[in-house]
């Protein structure tokens, strides 16, 4: 493709500093996402996913690699250098608890990214924006002036997109939102996201741990492992055709409700996350796969193409 | 069919505060039989884990009420003193809570957390049989005895909940409690503990009422389902019956299914149930769903709502009206 990505990570590296050495939290992960296109960041907990979120847009400083945002690179920019770029790219936090200040009205929550962009003039502009904005995502205008606590998980989640859409950005990481939610409300809230996108052209990255979520709400998936990338396909594709033993794995171990599957024992995948601190070199998935050899305990698998668009980083795969 | 060890009639839970009346579960009435499992679904706030609560007596004393009966191998729980509530707990009874990460005393070393409950139902009991027992179920759950000395914080999420089953298990109870059992657990755990626990079904040959609000665990696991909605079970019957999409269903268990995306299935746009679920303090009249319901008629709206049966099945909903018959 000829047109430039939104965003390009080349190489990217997170790694915190723990008294047991570096934790790899990420590890070597390349995107390319173009406009209008949703990525959804599949794995556990501890795989580095919502690091990466956070490392794109800079709420932590990456440690090595680079950060391209619409051509520009954005690695070294410096916080003041930052703010306008904030415009562009918001995030949606995973938990809409204690991602709201408690002591703000549902309005100030939603008025804060307009004042501090100072993008209208007049106190009656940033309130009618803050209306407008409550009825792009569904809430009920008679909450204006009432506090977090008292709403549920889904109107609260509901002004956390409204916040992140308030300064009409082009770019969205959208950090598990909907994990913290009960089903029904799950669906109306990824309804409205899908609705939102479409409406104005958005770009998300979409985290999440749960594959039924991100097959459908993304163009393509990536799968993550103790920070490294083990697979990258167009949606279709990867849910079709998985290829790395841990993409499997994960797909086998969702509950499917419908009783036709009941009895028979899917495989269950032995162990458990191990340690992203100073991880030994060789697959990190390794030590739980039953596939394993040799050449996976001591060599890194490179992160290659096998048909086309279809990333794997795999011995095995062939 | 076999014997019935837990039948609850009529069951009704308030909590008062502040003079506000929430009335949390309305007139529960469910049998349970020796070996069975029964998959109480519905979501937050539908009543579920105060209907498990009820069961142990382990409400908040001063601020709810219990109606109703809780027959336990024909004795009603509700009426029990605290010493006989006691020796029901943990030994016939027993529950496994949702968060491992919380439910463990974290200055306790987990052999002696399970020693505990052993300790105190077995009066006389002697330390080295105490000891093998622990061993025993430890590696029952799949953790290596030896590790029986660390603390809580030395396991992962996945260990703790074994641990959490570990206890309760401890006393070969005839009834587990499983409050969401896996839904602190990333999906390739859950999948571990569910397996096991299944493995561990068969062995002790417990009853269980498996607590969730994912219908992909209940086809998975259980032998009935019940559905709750407002405090209410407002659909009963076996897996079968309940999972079988030919048939009609009640609209919230329809559209508890619509809401899930699935992954064997490709569809551009899931089929939520509009709006929230309802306040316990201020219950719609009527039908409780009926505010949220697409089929919702005018006989919905106020006064009592019929049941529809067949066998052990039920449904309650007007729009089965007219097949009472089949009674």
């Given at each position: 493709?000829?047109?430039?990505?939104?965003?390009?990570?080349?190489?990217?590296?997170?790694?915190?500093?723990?008294?047991?050495?570096?934790?790899?939290?990420?590890?070597?992960?390349?995107?390319?996402?173009?406009?209008?296109?949703?990525?959804?960041?599949?794995?556990?907990?501890?795989?580095?996913?919502?690091?990466?979120?956070?490392?794109?847009?800079?709420?932590?400083?990456?440690?090595?690699?680079?950060?391209?945002?619409?051509?520009?690179?954005?690695?070294?920019?410096?916080?003041?250098?930052?703010?306008?770029?904030?415009?562009?790219?918001?995030?949606?936090?995973?938990?809409?608890?204690?991602?709201?200040?408690?002591?703000m009205t549902v309005a100030d929550i939603i008025e804060?990214?307009?004042?501090?962009?100072?993008?209208?003039?007049?106190?009656?502009?940033?309130q009618?924006?803050v209306v407008?904005?409550m009825?792009?995502?569904?809430l009920d205008e008679r909450y204006v002036n009432t506090y977090p606590?008292e709403l549920?998980?889904?109107?609260?989640?509901?002004i956390?997109?409204?916040?992140?859409?308030?300064?009409?950005?082009?770019?969205?990481?959208?950090?598990?939102?909907?994990?913290?939610?009960?089903?029904?409300?799950?669906?109306?809230?990824?309804?409205?996201?899908?609705?939102?996108?479409?409406?104005?052209?958005?770009?998300?990255?979409?985290?999440?741990?749960?594959?039924?979520?991100?097959?459908?709400?993304?163009?393509?998936?990536?799968?993550?492992?103790?920070?490294?990338?083990?697979?990258?396909?167009?949606?279709?594709?990867?849910?079709?055709?998985?290829?790395?033993?841990?993409?499997?794995?994960?797909?086998?171990?969702?509950?499917?409700?419908?009783?036709?599957?009941?009895?028979?024992?899917?495989?269950?995948?032995?162990?458990?996350?191990?340690?992203?601190?100073?991880?030994?070199?060789?697959?990190?998935?390794?030590?739980?796969?039953?596939?394993?050899?040799?050449?996976?305990?001591?060599?890194?698998?490179?992160?290659?193409?096998?048909?086309?668009?279809?990333?794997?980083?795999?011995?095995?795969?062939? | 069919?076999?014997?019935?060890?837990?039948?609850?009639?009529?069951?009704?839970?308030?909590?008062?505060?502040?003079?506000?009346?929430?009335?949390?579960?309305?007139?529960?009435?469910?049998?349970?039989?020796?070996?069975?499992?029964?998959?109480?679904?519905?979501?937050?706030?539908?009543?579920?884990?105060?209907?498990?609560?009820?069961?142990?007596?382990?409400?908040?004393?001063?601020?709810?009420?219990?109606?109703?009966?809780?027959?336990?191998?024909?004795?009603?729980?509700?009426?029990?003193?605290?010493?006989?509530?006691?020796?029901?707990?943990?030994?016939?009874?027993?529950?496994?809570?949702?968060?491992?990460?919380?439910?463990?005393?974290?200055?306790?070393?987990?052999?002696?957390?399970?020693?505990?409950?052993?300790?105190?139902?077995?009066?006389?009991?002697?330390?080295?049989?105490?000891?093998?027992?622990?061993?025993?179920?430890?590696?029952?759950?799949?953790?290596?005895?030896?590790?029986?000395?660390?603390?809580?914080?030395?396991?992962?999420?996945?260990?703790?909940?074994?641990?959490?089953?570990?206890?309760?298990?401890?006393?070969?109870?005839?009834?587990?409690?499983?409050?969401?059992?896996?839904?602190?657990?990333?999906?390739?755990?859950?999948?571990?503990?569910?397996?096991?626990?299944?493995?561990?079904?068969?062995?002790?040959?417990?009853?269980?009422?498996?607590?969730?609000?994912?219908?992909?665990?209940?086809?998975?696991?259980?032998?009935?389902?019940?559905?709750?909605?407002?405090?209410?079970?407002?659909?009963?019957?076996?897996?079968?019956?309940?999972?079988?999409?030919?048939?009609?269903?009640?609209?919230?268990?329809?559209?508890?299914?619509?809401?899930?995306?699935?992954?064997?299935?490709?569809?551009?746009?899931?089929?939520?149930?509009?709006?929230?679920?309802?306040?316990?303090?201020?219950?719609?009249?009527?039908?409780?769903?009926?505010?949220?319901?697409?089929?919702?008629?005018?006989?919905?709206?106020?006064?009592?709502?019929?049941?529809?049966?067949?066998?052990?099945?039920?449904?309650?909903?007007?729009?089965?009206?007219?097949?009472?018959?089949?009674?």
């Amino acid at each position: 493709m000829s047109e430039t990505p939104l965003l390009e990570t080349i190489h990217l590296k997170k790694y915190f500093d723990t008294p047991a050495g570096p934790l790899h939290a990420v590890d070597d992960v390349n995107i390319k996402l173009y406009k209008g296109k949703t990525l959804g960041v599949v794995g556990e907990s501890g795989c580095g996913k919502s690091t990466l979120g956070r490392t794109v847009l800079k709420l932590l400083e990456s440690t090595d690699g680079q950060i391209i945002y619409n051509g520009e690179d954005i690695t070294f920019k410096k916080k003041k250098e930052m703010l306008p770029l904030r415009r562009q790219m918001q995030i949606i936090f995973q938990d809409p608890f204690s991602s709201l200040d408690p002591k703000m009205t549902v309005a100030d929550i939603i008025e804060e990214p307009l004042k501090i962009h100072k993008l209208f003039k007049t106190k009656e502009e940033r309130q009618a924006r803050v209306v407008e904005l409550m009825s792009l995502v569904g809430l009920d205008e008679r909450y204006v002036n009432t506090y977090p606590h008292e709403l549920d998980g889904g109107r609260r989640q509901r002004i956390g997109v409204a916040r992140a859409l308030a300064l009409n950005p082009e770019f969205i990481v959208c950090d598990e939102p909907v994990s913290a939610l009960d089903v029904s409300i799950q669906a109306q809230i990824l309804n409205l996201m899908m609705d939102l996108k479409d409406q104005l052209g958005l770009t998300y990255i979409f985290i999440t741990h749960d594959l039924s979520v991100v097959k459908h709400i993304s163009d393509d998936i990536m799968v993550l492992y103790l920070g490294k990338m083990a697979e990258m396909a167009p949606s279709d594709m990867l849910f079709d055709n998985p290829l790395h033993p841990y993409t499997k794995a994960l797909l086998t171990a969702i509950p499917i409700p419908d009783i036709s599957y009941k009895g028979k024992e899917a495989e269950v995948m032995k162990g458990e996350v191990t340690s992203p601190i100073n991880p030994p070199p060789g697959c990190r998935f390794a030590a739980r796969c039953p596939f394993a050899k040799e050449e996976c305990r001591s060599v890194t698998p490179e992160f290659r193409e096998v048909e086309p668009n279809h990333f794997v980083a795999c011995h095995i795969v062939k | 069919m076999g014997e019935t060890l837990l039948e609850l009639k009529d069951l009704s839970v308030r909590y008062t505060t502040d003079g506000v009346i929430s009335r949390a579960v309305n007139h529960v009435n469910l049998k349970l039989d020796k070996g069975e499992i029964l998959g109480l679904v519905g979501e937050t706030g539908a009543g579920k884990t105060t209907t498990a609560l009820s069961l142990l007596k382990l409400l908040p004393k001063y601020t709810s009420e219990v109606d109703g009966e809780i027959l336990f191998e024909g004795k009603d729980i509700n009426k029990m003193d605290d010493k006989e509530i006691r020796n029901i707990r943990g030994s016939k009874i027993s529950m496994i809570f949702q968060d491992p990460m919380t439910s463990l005393n974290p200055v306790f070393r987990v052999g002696e957390q399970i020693a505990d409950v052993i300790k105190i139902h077995n009066e006389g009991i002697s330390l080295h049989e105490v000891e093998d027992r622990v061993d025993n179920i430890l590696t029952m759950v799949g953790i290596p005895p030896s590790r029986k000395r660390e603390y809580p914080h030395q396991f992962s999420g996945g260990m703790k909940q074994r641990i959490m089953i570990a206890i309760a298990i401890a006393c070969n109870p005839d009834l587990l409690l499983a409050d969401e059992p896996t839904t602190a657990l990333d999906v390739t755990i859950q999948a571990q503990v569910i397996k096991m626990m299944r493995n561990l079904q068969k062995e002790l040959k417990s009853s269980v009422i498996l607590i969730t609000h994912d219908l992909g665990i209940v086809a998975n696991f259980c032998d009935k389902v019940a559905i709750m909605y407002a405090g209410e079970i407002i659909e009963y019957g076996t897996l079968e019956e309940l999972f079988d999409k030919s048939k009609p269903h009640h609209p919230y268990t329809e559209g508890l299914f619509g809401s899930i995306p699935n992954i064997q299935e490709k569809t551009s746009r899931l089929k939520p149930i509009f709006g929230l679920t309802p306040n316990p303090a201020e219950l719609p009249e009527g039908c409780h769903f009926h505010p949220r319901c697409e089929k919702c008629m005018e006989v919905c709206k106020s006064g009592e709502v019929p049941t529809y049966r067949n066998g052990d099945y039920r449904c309650q909903c007007h729009l089965f009206a007219g097949k009472e018959a089949a009674v």
